[in-house]
Nanobody, 124 residues
Framework: QVQLVESGGGLVQAGGSLRLSCAAS????????MSWFRQAPGKEREFVAA????????NYADSVKGRFTISRDNAKNTVYLQMNSLKPEDTADYFC?????????????????WGQGTQVTVSS
C-alpha cells in the first residue's frame, strides 16, 4: 500500500528555516506529482506547494511564494519542502500528499493519499 512518511518538523524562531522530507513507498514515485498541505490549529487544511513528476513544474500558495521551495529526488523516492524566513503564521501540521493519478494535488478533494503529518512551530 502507499505510504508517505514526513519528517523534519520542529520548533524554530521567526526568520529561521526548516527542511521537511517525505519518503514515499508503494507507488511508482517518479510517475506521480507530489504536494504539501498544512493545517493550522482551528483552521482547514490548505494547499502549500506542488511539484510535477519530473520536478520541472512547481506551484506555490501565495502565502509562501518566495520563501518555500519544493523539490524532489526520484532516486530516493523523496520530496522536500525547504522553508525559509518562517513566520509565526506558518505554524501548522504539514502533510505530504499525492493523487491516485500522476498529477499533483492542488486541493484537499484531489488527494488520494496522505502522510501522517509533521508539526512545525514558529515562535515570535
Amino acid at each position: 500500500q502507499v505510504q508517505l512518511v514526513e519528517s523534519g518538523g520542529g520548533l524554530v524562531q521567526a526568520g529561521g528555516s526548516l527542511r521537511l522530507s517525505c519518503a514515499a513507498s508503494g507507488l511508482t514515485f517518479s510517475s506521480h506529482g507530489m504536494s504539501w498541505f498544512r493545517q493550522a490549529p482551528g483552521k482547514e487544511r490548505e494547499f502549500v506547494a506542488a511539484i510535477s513528476w519530473s520536478g520541472a513544474n512547481t506551484n506555490y500558495a501565495d502565502s509562501v511564494k518566495g520563501r518555500f521551495t519544493i523539490s524532489r529526488d526520484n532516486a530516493k523516492n523523496t520530496v522536500y519542502l525547504q522553508m525559509n524566513s518562517l513566520k509565526p503564521e506558518d505554524t501548522a501540521d504539514y502533510f505530504c500528499a499525492t493523487q491516485r493519478d500522476v498529477s499533483p494535488a492542488y486541493s484537499v478533494t484531489e488527494v488520494g493519499f496522505w502522510g501522517q503529518g509533521t508539526q512545525v512551530t514558529v515562535s515570535s
